[in-house]
């Protein structure tokens, strides 16, 4: 297990994305209270740029992975503690003996999530990022060169514990899930609607632990049909591996479309653990 940092080559200018997007003053402490002035329309259009920049990046990794190599990618995006690592190791568990998995594992520091993956026996890359909160295609770029695309029929991303950031930086997956937990409140949905209006399924975890928190599921269901329409939805306990099962038929037919399931109508139902 190799371990990639922030420094990719791969990357577009992020610093001049933040300086466009939060217009950082070198040499001021004083932090800017709006994103954008009356004249800051060239510095919109330079920050545009970039982020055009990392979708291309994207799109051309999607191409690269899935339709050249034939692997399946599915990125899980959420807040550190939501229950990413658990519910990919309950799906890791479940797989078929044969299937040949790799998981790229997005951090700020440390190992210890690649760490349990290591423990399944699957192709792990840790990819720590320092101060940045996301991963971006560059840095997927990089950990690919740990893998065998050839040898590989599954991949799963894990990003950077965030529910704000990874938004606007798609990785060339088939499809992204959102994982939020009960323990985070039941107003997680409504106070994050971007992050899921730029995934493709969400689950609600720690179903167990809804009413020792005092967290309506109901109500987190019902807040996500009201921010995203149509997504998929799960509710799981994923330490448990209650209602895991759902979310892997659901994957399963994703891998079986064989194409990305974003920009596809959503079911309207709700998959119940």
Do not use: W
């Amino acid at each position: 297990m190799r371990h990639v940092h922030a420094h990719s080559t791969h990357r577009p200018p992020i610093d001049h994305l933040f300086a466009a997007l939060f217009g950082r003053r070198e040499a001021s402490p004083v932090a800017r209270t709006h994103r954008f002035g009356h004249d800051d329309a060239a510095e919109t259009e330079t920050g545009d740029d970039v982020l055009a920049e990392f979708r291309a990046q994207a799109r051309d990794l999607h191409e690269r992975i899935v339709h050249e190599h034939g692997v399946f990618v599915a990125e899980f995006l959420g807040a550190t503690g939501s229950g990413k690592t658990t519910l990919v190791e309950r799906l890791i568990e479940r797989a078929p003996a044969d299937e040949r998995i790799g998981v790229i594992v997005g951090d700020v520091a440390g190992d210890d999530d690649a760490s349990r993956y290591r423990d399944h026996g699957v192709a792990v890359t840790n990819v720590t990022t320092g101060k940045e909160c996301h991963l971006d295609p560059g840095l997927i770029e990089d950990a690919l060169a740990d893998f065998d695309l050839h040898a590989l029929d599954t991949l799963y991303v894990e990003n950077v514990g965030n529910m704000v950031c990874p938004a606007d930086f798609p990785l060339g997956a088939q499809l992204r899930v959102l994982v939020v937990s009960t323990t985070e409140g039941d107003d997680v949905v409504r106070k994050h609607p971007l992050l899921f209006q730029a995934c493709d399924a969400a689950v609600v975890n720690k179903a167990d632990l809804a009413d020792a928190v005092g967290a309506d599921i109901d109500r987190m269901a019902a807040d996500v049909a009201d921010v995203a329409p149509g997504m998929d939805l799960f509710r799981t306990s994923a330490r448990d591996g209650d209602g895991v099962e759902p979310l892997a038929s659901f994957l399963d037919g994703v891998r079986a479309g064989g194409h990305d399931h974003h920009g596809h109508p959503h079911g309207a139902d709700e998959h119940l653990g």
